[in-house]
């Protein structure tokens, strides 16, 4: 437990946070490794904005425990801000500045800079460096936010929905600048409501809804997905009926549903019976519930309706 | 970096950025001269009595002296308002706070440049006076009235400026708000037309209560040798320390939703 604690990037228990009588937060623990790249997942107004100004001391928390980087943002804010960088949803710049004048000018407020000309190559501005703000696109924008981030060589990075409004080919360019910090061994917050984007950045993520963490493990197991049941689905001709023992359910017309724990056996099943009886199975397939479905689930299960008419 | 070093690159940057900026280089230095261009031929013949004891004056050089005042409010007032209020809707100023630059040294960083800003257009505006209109330039103990007048002018009125960002809601009604504020001030306070000794006395109070014509009855010392009074000078002074005080109090870094 010791060695745990002291390898926390952010190390958060109880937190409570409430806009006047409404909850922001109710309650969030979570701890966040050194050196791994931590997406908070969730629907829009689910918290994560308060959550993640919090921790860069934008705003005081109601309850609870908050240490960034062991620190606490309510108490030493200047200390704290010396070693995090923040990328913010919405993204102001001087726009009659060039690229290195803007990267030079933000790395001027810190003690322990990183060099100008490192920075760009990290973030893919090398050759945009003497353009003007105000003439690069959307994603070389998002690029030069990261950039300005990383001005003080920052331990921690926080990116706050820094897809949310752009198109593929700009989505892709800042995923590859988020990837490339990996390498810097830096410690990444990334919030999202993109399901694809958590699965494709981060180590671990949480999903946050209705200001509590209803989940919270790695891409690929969450939530126990690995263990979930499958979904066999396929088609019949018309007048034939499916085997009683495999319970299958109709959807619409012809085709039907298994929800199935154990597939092979169940596939075996199917398609014995249906080559015994000279059937074609339609359309067969299985399905897996993918993260997004996870992720709906567990973000509709905690509707805020469900939470006052209970 | 110290505390000096980040102030004076801060300005560096602030400069660039106000320079490269069309919209503000323009109307921070063409509207003062072509207002005095636009006056001064229009009435550049009569002459004019500062105060009842003053000297006669060509309304010229009166007119040099209230362009060098609306000058350096426009440089400051109307140039730190809207600057912050886009700043602060753009989210330049939360991003600010994100950093470690003490609030202090960001502040200080543009009052210094506007400061810098106000003096180059009193120079060009004097400048143009002495040339044009033989203009009389203060030397001596009037010019360090004057400078004490521009200095504090200069302060208060960009004081005034974050002041009046706490009522501006969002950045497209900076302007409306700026110009709402100091606009009927600057009539009512003899800037572009001056003030008739039978102006009506409700106008002369609104004049003596708001800090426009006492800065331009200080910058009316300096050129036109009209008598110079310190009390002009603590009254600019108190509305700067004024404004200091609303802007410390409700000035807010994010935008306002």
Known sequence: MESERKSAAVSVQGLTKHYGKSPALRGVDLEIREGEIFALLGPNGAGKTTFVEILEGFRHRDGGEVRVLGMDPNHQPMALKTRIGIVLQSSGMDRYLNVAETVAMYSSYYPQPRPVDEILELVGLTQKRDERVLRLSGGQQRRLDVAIALAGNPDLLFLDEPTTGFDPSARREVWDVIKNLRSLGKTVLLTTHFMDEAQYLADRLAVIANGRIVAEGDPATLAGRDRMRATIRFTLPEGARPPAHLSAEVVVGSSYEVSSDRVTQDLHDLTSWALGSAIDLEDLRVDRPSLEDVYLELTSETDPYHEETR | ?257
């Open chain 2, 1 to 257: 970096m110290n505390s000096a070093a980040m102030l004076s690159t801060q300005v560096k940057y602030v400069n660039k950025a106000f320079w490269r900026n069309p919209a503000s280089a323009f109307f921070t230095f063409a509207f003062p001269l072509m207002f005095l261009v636009i006056f001064t031929s229009l009435l550049g013949n009569h002459t004019i009595k500062v105060s009842a004891n003053g000297p006669t004056i060509a309304i010229s050089t009166y007119y040099v002296a209230a362009m060098a005042a609306y000058a350096v409010i426009s440089a400051t007032y109307n140039n730190i308002a809207i600057g912050l209020a886009i700043q602060r809707d753009s989210g330049v100023l939360k991003r600010t706070r994100g950093t470690p630059i003490p609030s202090g040294i960001y502040i200080l960083g543009r009052l210094i440049h506007a400061f810098f800003v106000a003096v180059i257009l009193v120079v060009i505006t004097a400048a143009y006076g002495r040339l044009f209109y033989h203009a009389a330039l203060p030397t001596g103990r009037p010019l360090a009235e004057f400078l004490v007048m521009l200095l504090v002018g200069t302060m208060a009125f960009c004081a005034l400026g974050f002041a009046i960002t706490t009522v501006i809601p969002n950045a497209d009604a900076a302007p409306a708000v700026v110009n709402a504020s100091i606009l009927p001030l600057l009539f009512l306070s003899g800037i572009f037309i001056p003030l008739a000794s039978n102006a009506p006395s409700w106008l002369l109070w609104i004049a003596r209560i708001f800090p426009v014509r006492h800065f331009a009855l200080g910058m009316d010392a300096g050129f036109v040798g009209s008598p110079f009074n310190w009390t002009d000078v603590l009254i600019v002074a108190a509305w700067g320390v004024g404004a200091f005080a609303v802007s410390y109090r409700f000035f807010t870094w994010e935008p306002k939703r």
